[in-house]
């Protein structure tokens, strides 16, 4: 099993996650590290899929309006707690130097410390 090497957040804030090709919402941000994120979706999500996504960002992150990268999607389950919610996996593959950095203010920001009461069989983000 593949282990991250980056931290990761809960994240503490209602952030919406787009396909940029089509405006469809993808999901909501749910935990963060700086080279992936899990999301909150209502759809499952193929895996091992490229997405084409943009996060639209506040002016507290960038005075860009949103940024757009590819993540590919690494795993989809029904949650635990609401079955008709999916979590979903997904790895940054391409996004610009630019927007890397808006993504690592969202980390910084938004992303909160994980307890230390987490389950041994607890998630990770990439499998």
């Not at 997904?90 to 920001?109: P, R, T």
Request: charged share 30%; with cysteine.
């Amino acid at each position: 099993m593949e282990r991250r090497k980056r931290d990761r957040r809960d994240f503490s804030y209602y952030m919406r996650v787009m396909n940029e090709n089509t405006g469809e919402l993808v999901g909501h941000l749910a935990d963060i590290s700086i080279s992936g994120f899990k999301l909150e979706s209502q759809k499952p999500i193929s895996k091992n899929t490229e997405y084409p996504l943009r996060i639209e960002l506040g002016s507290d992150i960038s005075d860009q309006s949103f940024i757009v990268f590819i993540a590919n999607s690494k795993w989809c389950q029904p949650q635990l707690i609401d079955i008709t919610l999916y979590n979903v996996g997904f790895q940054i593959v391409d996004i610009s130097s630019e927007a890397l950095e808006s993504f690592k203010k969202i980390y910084d920001v938004y992303g909160s410390q994980k307890s230390e009461k987490k389950s041994p069989n607890a998630n990770y983000l990439w499998r």
